[in-house]
């Protein structure tokens, strides 16, 4: 194989820790985080979808795609579980729960299309907090 066929066929490789089992369950955790449209939960019906003084959000808009977060399986402690094993899976290492978290380190094994849902699924759990422009792992999430 000549040098210029070495490097083309380099730019084909896919990384293959992005095919294993743990980074792939996360990206479906992703996908599947939120249902289709607004949310529909007693609160927002009743406050006629104004989320004005909510913790936490319940209704996004990603890709002009109104969605909802589904509560029953995003709960801060069950986002962390899925990252952590996506990431030790991926990264070969622990993922710190207190501190800085580096998206950038994250959306390295997200699919590009889901990147736009892993901010606003980190801070809508709890998982994530923002502060001087970092984003702080929480200690504690329910």
């Not at 990252?83 to 990264?91: I, P, Q, R, V």
Request: aromatic content about 10%; hydrophobic content about 45%.
């Amino acid at each position: 194989m000549s040098l210029q066929e070495n490097l083309t066929a380099d730019l084909f490789e896919v990384d293959k820790r992005l095919s294993l089992k743990p980074v792939v369950d996360f990206n479906n955790y992703l996908l599947n985080a939120f249902g289709e449209g607004a949310c529909a939960c007693s609160r927002c019906q009743q406050g006629s979808g104004d989320e004005t003084g909510y913790a936490h959000q319940h209704t996004f808009s990603f890709n002009g795609l109104l969605v909802n977060r589904r509560f029953a399986s995003t709960a801060g402690s069950d986002v962390l579980i899925m990252l952590k094993k996506a990431w030790l899976s991926y990264t070969k290492a622990e993922l710190g729960t207190a501190g800085a978290l580096d998206l950038e380190a994250v959306k390295a094994f997200v699919e590009p299309q889901l990147h736009v849902r892993v901010l606003p699924l980190f801070l809508a759990s709890g998982l994530v907090r923002e502060q001087d422009g970092e984003w702080l792992m929480q200690a504690q999430v329910a």
